[in-house]
């Protein structure tokens, strides 16, 4: 380790006792990383809270160095693992601001490896597709592979379904499609990402591991295909973007491919009734069962972590649960129509309660776990009034309405009958019109009345900045109009969707896929 190392013989000597407290900065002193803990599983710490623009890894020291983009996303990561310490190889791990404001690792021979990685990961989380030169740097060549994998699971001595393969890769970018089949005797499955850079930094992680200790081996390459077509959403084939294909004949049930020839063994598997698409509560040995393997960057997050309380346990969420956690809200801005509102992009709301004691923090109850996944995929690490929004599944399975007389403040709502959901008719269109937050907004239902510069005016007068306008050729009713950034497009969405013209008329305020 060179002497450009950033970790001074003050910085090791209060890393061993009780660290003074720092002033924040985007540089996290990370200590006592287990053995065996790789770049990736550090990053995955941080990409939570934003973009993680440097790592360094102390090598034998079990400490490293993580440098967020922003002060603000490493205030937000700090909070939220000081009551939860987040675990890694389920050992705790503990996170301060260090003394330093950035890193600067230019020289450190011993921190080529972990660069890719960390380009990687952060492309997974934020669409950030310009990492050819780091990749090229490395010697690397970037994949010219598509989005689809093909995994063979080897020794296969306990239960795998195509939940389980869903919450396993789904940690590393959105999952579209699932296929499982037999063979040459072998398990195997096609699974297509979104992006083809999702499919590559899954491969790099997850190949040569177990699902369980000792059994359940992945071996995953690039498939030829470029496209998988499911036919029906069951146990052996699903597409996450269409809800409404047909569960098919002579397909057998969830419940039976969770049975036999395993009933005898104590596995992680509850019996599991929820609602298709979710896996059972994965990494929760129950017993002499087989324990789950802390996969990198993908089977962490499902360990229970215990808080610095003693006797106090954070349960993580429930899969296959509707109800969010979302958490690091801005508590100034922040409303429960705004939450519905933006969430409701995803998937039909029913209710939203903000909590009385911690404004910052709220739950918001989905139609079901499919459309809860999908506002997750979309919304967790998504800037919302200045701050980086945290949503992950609850520990609550519905949202209590408060009782008569019970003091609210008008912080839980119930939606479940508003005539702005979105996916009510399971014949929509929205359901094909699911897309990413962007500085593009897809504007419909526009009267003949309205002129572009009454539209520009309206979003200029809600604090938008306008970049760029135009009617669609063939239907003046609907429009492009795209914003200054992204979190102004998603505070205009908010602001503005059901916006009212007058003689019952109402804007349609969707994110877009394309730009002007």
Do not use: W
């Amino acid at each position: 380790m060179s002497n450009s190392t950033p970790a001074t013989d003050n910085e090791k000597k209060k890393s061993k006792g009780k660290r003074s407290p720092c002033s924040p900065s985007r540089v996290l002193h990370i200590r006592q990383i287990p053995n065996g803990v790789t770049g990736a599983e550090v990053v995955s710490l941080g990409l939570p809270f934003g973009k993680v623009t440097n790592l360094l890894m102390l090598r034998g020291k079990g400490q490293a160095f993580l440098e967020m983009a922003s002060v603000d996303a490493a205030v937000s990561m700090v909070n939220y693992y000081t009551p939860a310490t987040p675990h890694l190889h389920n050992q705790p791990v503990y996170i301060q601001y260090s003394n330093y404001k950035e890193l600067r690792t230019d020289n450190q021979h011993n921190q080529a490896r972990p660069q890719p990685v960390l380009q990687c990961a952060n492309a997974v989380q934020h669409g950030n597709l310009g990492i050819t030169s780091a990749l090229a740097a490395e010697g690397g060549v970037l994949p010219s592979h598509g989005s689809v994998l093909r995994i063979v699971v080897e020794n296969v001595f306990c239960p795998v379904t195509l939940d389980i393969l869903y919450q396993i890769f789904s940690k590393f970018g959105f999952v579209l499609k699932i296929v499982m089949f037999h063979k040459n005797n072998q398990f195997q499955a096609l699974l297509q990402y979104a992006d083809a850079m999702n499919a590559y930094y899954a491969k790099m992680s997850l190949d040569g591991h177990c699902i369980y200790t000792g059994c359940c081996t992945l071996r995953i390459d690039f498939s030829k295909l470029t496209n998988l077509t499911v036919k029906y959403n069951n146990d052996k084939s699903r597409d996450f973007t269409r809800i409404d294909l047909p569960f098919g004949d002579g397909q057998r049930t969830m419940e039976a491919s969770l049975s036999t020839p395993f009933a005898t063994q104590n596995t992680v598997f509850p019996s599991y009734t929820g609602p298709p698409g979710f896996a059972p509560a994965l990494g929760f040995p129950q017993g002499p069962g087989p324990s789950v393997l802390p996969v990198p960057g993908a089977l962490g997050p499902f360990t229970v972590t215990t808080s610095a309380a003693p006797g106090h346990m954070t349960i993580p969420g429930i899969p296959g649960n509707s109800v969010l956690l979302v958490s690091n809200l801005n508590p100034e801005a922040i409303t429960p129509y705004g939450l519905f509102i933006l969430f409701g992009v995803y998937g039909d709301v029913h209710r939203v309660k903000i909590m009385f004691k911690k404004r910052g923090i709220a739950l918001v109850q989905m139609a079901d776990a499919t459309q809860a996944q999908l506002a997750i995929n979309y919304l967790n690490g998504q800037r919302l009034y200045g701050r980086v929004m945290h949503a992950t599944l609850s520990k609550y399975q519905t949202i209590q309405l408060p009782r008569e007389g019970q003091e609210d403040k008008g912080l839980t709502k119930d939606y479940s009958n508003s005539p702005l959901h979105r996916f009510k008719n399971p014949c929509s269109k929205n359901f094909q019109n699911i897309f990413p937050p962007s500085a593009t907004l897809h504007l419909s239902n526009i009267p003949p009345s309205v002129t572009v510069d009454d539209l520009k005016n309206l979003f200029t007068s809600k604090g938008s900045t306008v970049k760029g306008f135009k009617f669609f050729q063939k239907d003046c009713k609907m429009a492009l109009i795209q914003l200054g950034s992204v979190e102004e497009a998603v505070h205009a969405l908010i602001e503005l969707h059901n916006h009212d013209f007058g003689e019952n008329q109402h804007l349609r305020v969707s994110f877009s896929k394309s730009s002007i």
